[in-house]
């Protein structure tokens, strides 16, 4: 099928910038975008829809997030990020079912599409469940089995994660036409033994050819970067490449306290950073140093983190903080550009998925594409610079369309790959049964096993 979107204002890629067309026409022809331009293309089109008032953009890219914990939005909100963890997560993780976490997975889709995201990497438990969700969603993502380890005598061979992860990379790789992408996985310095890094790195070495990448946390507090000198001599960057790690195509999380020998080890490796803002302010973390870290060339994506940390999905927040808090950091107005803003929204956080055909407007890549409401919303009049709009002054509510692969998900406020109150409904039963809640919402907490803070706790994250 070729559709044709004429009159629109549209966010086209040229070289390594964007550029703004006004009254534009932008043509899809199955999966791909094949016109962008000024003028109306000669060749006939089975549909054409007038996009007047509506600017097209690539659709947003969640390089990080852990999609089902929207199941615990807003437990534990007001700790610091390791009483966070210990008391309040992986107490309700220990608990959580692959049909709860299926739940989870779903409703946060249904956010995140609603919000103008066509594709996302996640890092949490049972993955196959959201695999199976899209084949009927449609969504892209890359998922990974988490790999941890608080075992200090544990070995790699012996680890039932790392197997997990590896088969999940052989069977699921590139399933669904490519939306699927399967990374390998790291949660953390503080959650993993130096054996199993070791261990895990050699056995997923063959499969670099393959198109294999890692995701882990990287310094996200002050206290656990310094934790992690005083164990090993050596900050979390160094530690992970000095261990092999950073020879794989690797997404590094938060990158909150780096220094500046760490990003240049990311840099010579090709670290991807991710920065995440709502999650390391609302946890107190800190500023992440990302224009340093744009200036030196390395190339940093944005994520929203898990919604228990944020609490949302919302790249448009992301988006609009990533702007704003290093220019008052900084007291630069103009140390963090709309333009940067939004390449580390799209263009960039595609390269950090491997998918090099998308996070662009251009004439062959993917039709991953999302319509902005303009010309009908108070808070988006006047329109004098749209690129600094949609980064200070629109919001998730404005997407208007949310387009995959030239399938549309979304659009004026329908799903047309998704039963809304179905996806309600067992998200509400799954919050029920995690929670034991009764006549309001009372929370049971019970914690299962230790680790290596002392706590008692067992989690799958």
Same mark, same amino acid.
């Not at 094949?34 to 947003?60: A, H, N, Q, W």
């Given at each position: 099928?070729?559709?044709?979107?004429?009159?629109?204002?549209?966010?086209?890629?040229?070289?390594?910038?964007?550029?703004?067309?006004?009254?534009?026409?932008?043509?899809?022809?199955?999966?791909?975008?094949? %016109?962008?331009?000024?003028?109306?293309? @000669?060749?006939? %089109?089975?549909?054409?829809?007038?996009?007047?008032?509506?600017?097209?953009?690539?659709?947003?890219?969640?390089?990080?997030?852990?999609?089902?914990?929207?199941?615990?939005?807003?437990?534990?909100?007001?700790?610091?990020?390791?009483?966070?963890?210990?008391?309040?997560?992986?107490?309700?993780?220990?608990?959580?079912?692959?049909?709860?976490?299926?739940?989870?997975?779903?409703?946060?889709?249904?956010?995140?599409?609603?919000?103008?995201?066509?594709?996302?990497?996640?890092?949490?438990?049972?993955?196959?469940?959201?695999?199976?969700?899209?084949?009927?969603?449609? $969504?892209?993502? !890359?998922?990974?089995?988490? =790999?941890?380890?608080?075992?200090?005598?544990?070995?790699?061979?012996?680890?039932?994660?790392?197997?997990?992860?590896?088969?999940?990379?052989?069977?699921?790789?590139?399933?669904? !036409?490519?939306?699927?992408?399967?990374?390998?996985?790291?949660?953390?310095?503080?959650?993993?033994?130096?054996?199993?890094?070791?261990?895990? @790195?050699?056995?997923?070495?063959?499969?670099?050819?393959?198109?294999?990448?890692?995701?882990?946390?990287?310094?996200?507090?002050?206290?656990?970067?310094?934790?992690?000198?005083?164990?090993?001599?050596?900050?979390?960057?160094?530690?992970?490449?000095?261990?092999?790690?950073?020879?794989?195509?690797?997404?590094?999380?938060?990158?909150?306290?780096?220094?500046?020998?760490?990003?240049?080890?990311?840099?010579?490796?090709?670290?991807?950073?991710?920065?995440?803002?709502?999650?390391?302010?609302?946890?107190?973390?800190?500023?992440?140093?990302?224009?340093? $870290?744009?200036?030196?060339?390395?190339?940093?994506?944005?994520?929203?983190?898990?919604?228990?940390?944020?609490?949302?999905?919302?790249?448009?927040?992301?988006?609009?903080?990533?702007?704003?808090?290093?220019?008052?950091?900084?007291?630069?107005?103009?140390?963090?550009?709309?333009?940067?803003?939004?390449?580390?929204?799209?263009?960039?956080?595609?390269?950090?998925?491997?998918?090099?055909?998308?996070?662009?407007?251009? @004439?062959?890549?993917?039709?991953?594409?999302?319509?902005?409401?303009?010309?009908?919303?108070?808070?988006?009049?006047?329109?004098?610079?749209?690129?600094?709009?949609?980064? %200070?002054?629109?919001?998730?509510?404005?997407?208007?369309?949310?387009? =995959?692969?030239?399938?549309?998900?979304?659009?004026?406020?329908?799903?047309?790959?998704?039963?809304?109150?179905?996806?309600?409904?067992?998200?509400?039963?799954?919050?029920?049964?995690?929670?034991?809640?009764?006549?309001?919402?009372?929370?049971?907490?019970?914690?299962?096993?230790?680790?290596?803070?002392?706590?008692? @706790?067992?989690?799958?994250?």
């Amino acid at each position: 099928m070729k559709r044709l979107f004429a009159n629109a204002m549209i966010l086209a890629w040229e070289g390594e910038n964007f550029r703004l067309i006004r009254n534009g026409y932008l043509g899809i022809e199955n999966d791909s975008i094949c %016109y962008i331009g000024s003028d109306r293309p @000669v060749e006939t %089109y089975d549909e054409e829809r007038d996009f007047s008032g509506k600017l097209l953009m690539p659709g947003l890219i969640n390089c990080h997030c852990h999609a089902a914990m929207v199941l615990l939005r807003g437990v534990g909100s007001d700790l610091p990020l390791d009483r966070w963890l210990y008391e309040e997560m992986f107490p309700v993780e220990a608990r959580l079912t692959a049909e709860q976490i299926s739940a989870g997975n779903a409703l946060a889709m249904m956010e995140m599409i609603a919000s103008g995201v066509t594709s996302f990497s996640d890092m949490y438990m049972e993955p196959e469940t959201a695999i199976l969700l899209n084949k009927d969603i449609g $969504m892209k993502m !890359n998922l990974t089995r988490v =790999v941890q380890s608080f075992d200090p005598n544990e070995r790699a061979e012996d680890s039932s994660r790392i197997s997990e992860s590896i088969a999940l990379f052989e069977s699921q790789h590139n399933a669904q !036409n490519g939306k699927i992408r399967i990374d390998f996985s790291i949660h953390a310095e503080y959650t993993i033994t130096e054996c199993i890094v070791r261990g895990y @790195v050699e056995r997923i070495r063959p499969y670099l050819s393959k198109g294999a990448r890692m995701h882990l946390h990287l310094s996200e507090t002050e206290k656990e970067h310094r934790e992690c000198i005083e164990r090993h001599r050596l900050t979390p960057a160094q530690w992970f490449d000095s261990l092999g790690v950073f020879d794989l195509p690797t997404a590094a999380a938060y990158c909150v306290w780096v220094t500046e020998e760490d990003l240049r080890v990311m840099l010579r490796k090709g670290v991807y950073p991710i920065h995440n803002p709502s999650s390391n302010l609302k946890l107190g973390s800190g500023f992440a140093p990302i224009p340093k $870290m744009l200036d030196m060339g390395l190339m940093v994506a944005l994520g929203t983190d898990g919604a228990a940390s944020n609490n949302n999905l919302n790249m448009f927040e992301e988006m609009h903080l990533a702007s704003i808090i290093h220019n008052g950091y900084h007291r630069n107005p103009v140390i963090m550009t709309p333009e940067t803003v939004l390449k580390m929204a799209t263009i960039h956080g595609a390269r950090l998925q491997g998918r090099n055909d998308t996070g662009s407007l251009e @004439v062959g890549k993917k039709a991953d594409i999302i319509a902005v409401h303009f010309s009908d919303r108070a808070h988006m009049l006047p329109a004098f610079d749209p690129i600094n709009m949609l980064v %200070y002054s629109a919001q998730s509510s404005d997407v208007c369309m949310t387009m =995959v692969d030239g399938q549309i998900l979304y659009e004026n406020g329908k799903y047309l790959t998704l039963d809304t109150d179905k996806v309600l409904k067992d998200a509400r039963c799954a919050i029920q049964s995690l929670y034991g809640i009764k006549n309001g919402f009372r929370i049971r907490r019970k914690l299962h096993g230790t680790c290596r803070s002392g706590i008692s @706790v067992h989690a799958s994250i």
